[in-house]
């Protein structure tokens, strides 16, 4: 269960990451399209159906993949 804050931070933090994979490999990957998907099903969740520790650490692993 996620609160709507969380929710806002997921959002945003997918967000970066797909940003940032497209900064560091030049276009769309399995990942990419994976967080996009993640995304587009996160705006049509409502808080409560979300769970946020393990969608933010999943979020966390992908942007630790492509960081600098």
């Given at each position: 269960m996620?609160?709507?804050?969380?929710?806002?931070?997921?959002?945003?933090?997918?967000?970066?990451?797909?940003?940032?994979?497209?900064?560091?490999?030049?276009?769309?990957?399995?990942?990419?399209?994976?967080?996009?998907?993640?995304?587009?099903k996160?705006?049509?969740?409502?808080p409560?159906?979300?769970?946020?520790?393990e969608?933010?650490?999943?979020?966390?692993?992908?942007?630790?993949?492509?960081?600098?």
């Amino acid at each position: 269960m996620a609160t709507l804050m969380e929710k806002d931070s997921l959002i945003n933090g997918i967000s970066q990451t797909l940003g940032l994979i497209v900064a560091q490999t030049g276009g769309r990957n399995e990942d990419s399209e994976l967080l996009a998907g993640l995304r587009n099903k996160l705006y049509a969740l409502k808080p409560e159906e979300i769970d946020y520790e393990e969608l933010s650490k999943l979020v966390r692993e992908k942007f630790n993949k492509y960081k600098f």
